[in-house]
């Protein structure tokens, strides 16, 4: 009930928010933003993917642990369980890669007004209690078919992936995205996934996205 509420609450946002901004084509302006290549749709996917999952594992508490079922010694050779933070376990890692994909209806396609870059928000923060300041600064793509496309990427990343997805989490490995995106499913090029993205400052059109279709 929690999500339906909340997936007519962004159909309703996303509706009010392009008609407020549908360009005036009375006066002559037809600059509206077009759906990105299939490829690029499946590069931000994947980078949200990945953000997803690390803002899943950010909101446990650290200090929460869970038993591996297993001992292992310490460094004096007394016998200890096997505890592990639960943010990095199998049983939790998986539990959110069952829930990641429906975030995407969440999330809305758009075109940075200053470049013309286009981009994948999600339409409130991570903790639910604003919307994302970031809105203000894009033009939202109006296809209402795009977001179920969303979820279907990021269905077949994780059919594939998972287990590589889970151990990487798992061993609280850096540059996931370079990692996952790049290098493991091949969905972006390199040059999309730079060491600090900042979807303000480049153009789309510096990244080589013609790549053979996956």
Same mark, same amino acid.
Not at 41 to 47: A, G, P, Q, T
Not at 152 to 167: A, F, K, M, N, T
């Given at each position: ?7 007519? %609450? $962004?159909?309703? %946002? ?31 996917? #994947?980078?949200?993917?990945? +953000? ?6 950010? !909101? ?18 007394? $016998? ?17 890669? +069952? ?66 997805? $889970?151990?990487? %989490? ?17 969905? #972006? ?21 013609? !790549?053979?279709?996956?």
């Amino acid at each position: 009930m929690l999500e339906m509420k909340l997936s007519v %609450f $962004v159909f309703v %946002f996303v509706a009010a928010y392009v008609t407020a901004n549908e360009p005036d084509y009375a006066n002559g302006n037809f600059d509206v933003p077009s759906v990105p290549k299939r490829e690029i749709l499946r590069c931000m996917v #994947c980078k949200a993917l990945v +953000d997803e999952v690390e803002i899943a594992v950010d !909101r446990v508490d650290p200090h929460k642990k869970v038993d591996m079922g297993s001992f292992r010694l310490d460094g004096k050779g007394n $016998v200890k369980q096997n505890l592990v933070p639960y943010a990095r376990s199998q049983l939790f890692l998986s539990e959110v890669m +069952d829930k990641v994909c429906p975030m995407f209806r969440n999330y809305v396609v758009a075109n940075y007004k200053a470049t013309g870059r286009p981009t994948l928000l999600r339409i409130e923060t991570p903790d639910g209690k604003g919307m994302n300041p970031e809105m203000s600064n894009v033009n939202i793509v109006p296809n209402p078919e795009v977001n179920e496309q969303l979820s279907s990427y990021c269905q077949g990343l994780v059919e594939e992936y998972e287990d590589e997805i $889970v151990s990487m %989490f798992a061993k609280s490995e850096k540059q996931l995205h370079q990692k996952l995106c790049v290098q493991l499913a091949e969905v #972006c090029p390199r040059d999309a996934v730079p060491d600090s993205d900042d979807s303000s400052s480049e153009s789309s059109e510096t990244y080589d996205f013609e !790549r053979e279709e996956l």
